[in-house]
């Protein structure tokens, strides 16, 4: 085992010769008659497991140069004992008030001197312990944090393409709907109503959970959910229920794992826990409207949650700017005047101004995140 290395910085060459022949036999020991000289060896060489360090020197004195070491964060756990003649409590605090671990008065007793730097050195090889096990304990939880999260993005991936293939939206459509939902929610970030609960955290949330808000449809028959033409009153009320079903099945899911008795907002809430929430708002609610007219509660103004209402623009948004089995692509300019007109009515007023606030975004998306036959012939309108 290497044996632990000590520096001593001290101008009196006596000093030196005598700290010298009594820690050799036990350690590797490095000397230097200066501050200043010292700060060069630990910055250039590997850094000294302790430091013996002088008071009264000329040029940098003892305290000076503690200082000028601790001045670097990569010095902080060197331990540092005060060497020095001096022997007073004032002399003794000011020491320790600039990070020294202990205070050595000479003249020198050898069995005092090994002793205090035996357990100094103990210590420092328990903190550095401890600290590789905090480091290996943090890059194991880091890892295990991404194993996680890969896992719950290959899961909703995964339910995702399931609902693709009962629907004729293709990816495209949750790919712009996120990024839609981004920046109106960025947008109103600005706003001091909305700044404390759309976290960065939440937001991330938001954004994932969007891609389950037509999972119900999973639920609906092949001959409604697939029909060429307008649906009949009867055919709309089933294809309604597509918000009750989603929303029930996430939610029936939530209600089988040990979690029912935690609040979503709470500190204690798994993420993932908040993630199926943001999903279930969003799934029973993205068909409200902000007059109370919407489904499948009648849900009015703010009894409407933010998630789902920044659904509720994103979706429409995009169904009309792209090519459905039952109409034509909308120019990004009907499109654009059809959301404004329903501001207060369909739409949050709020959301309405983000959105046209942030149209040339929208903009963006659409043409950049869409294939031509999504945006059928009218591509180049946007």
């Known amino acids: 085992m290497k044996k632990p290395e000590i520096l001593i910085v001290d101008d009196e060459p006596i000093n030196l010769s005598v700290l010298r022949n009594l820690l050799c036999p036990f350690f590797l020991v490095r000397a230097c008659k200066s501050g200043e000289e010292s700060l060069r060896l630990i910055s250039s060489g590997p850094k000294p497991d302790l430091i013996l360090l002088d008071i009264l020197m000329p040029g940098l004195d003892g305290y000076d140069t503690l200082s000028r070491i601790r001045e670097n964060p990569d010095n902080y756990e060197i331990p540092v004992i005060y060497i020095t003649a001096l022997d007073s409590i004032a002399e003794e605090e000011k020491g320790f008030s600039l990070g020294a671990v202990d205070y050595i008065t000479k003249p020198f007793r050898a069995p005092v001197v090994l002793e205090r730097i035996r357990v100094h050195l103990e210590l420092k090889q328990a903190r550095d312990l401890l600290k590789d096990k905090n480091d ?30 009962r629907d004729t939206d293709t990816a495209n459509h949750i790919t712009r709907t996120k990024t839609y939902i981004e920046i109106l929610a960025g947008h109103l970030r600005k706003m001091d109503k909305y700044r404390a609960f759309l976290t960065d955290e939440r937001l991330d949330n938001i954004i994932s959970a969007s891609a389950l808000h037509d999972i119900g449809k999973i639920g609906i028959p092949d001959s409604i959910l697939l029909k060429p033409g307008r649906l009949t009153a009867e055919e709309f009320e089933l294809m ?93 300019e009907d499109a654009y005047e059809h959301i404004v007109s329903e501001r207060g009515k369909h739409f949050s007023p709020d959301i309405v101004d983000a959105f046209m606030a942030e149209r040339a975004a929208f903009e963006h998306t659409l043409v950049s995140m869409s294939s031509d036959e999504e945006r059928g012939d009218l591509r180049d309108d946007a």
Not at 137 to 165: C, F, G, W
Not at 288 to 300: A, F, Q, V
Not at 313 to 329: E, S
């Open 240 to 332: 309604k229920a597509h918000c009750k079903i989603g929303g029930d099945a996430i939610r029936s899911a939530m209600e089988q794992v040990p979690y029912t008795d935690i609040k979503e907002d709470s500190e204690s809430a798994p993420a993932s826990y908040v993630f199926f929430a943001e999903a279930q708002k969003i799934a029973t609610s993205h068909h409200e409207r902000w007059d109370g007219s919407g489904y499948p509660d009648g849900l009015k103004g703010d009894e409407i949650p933010l998630p789902a209402l920044l659904m509720a623009l994103a979706d429409v948004f995009d169904a009309l700017t792209t090519v459905r089995i039952y109409k034509k692509a909308w120019s990004m």
């Open 136 to 165: 290996w304990l943090q890059s194991e939880v880091d890892r295990r944090v991404k194993e996680n999260r890969i896992i719950h993005d290959l899961a909703l991936n995964m339910i995702t393409q399931l609902v693709e293939t």
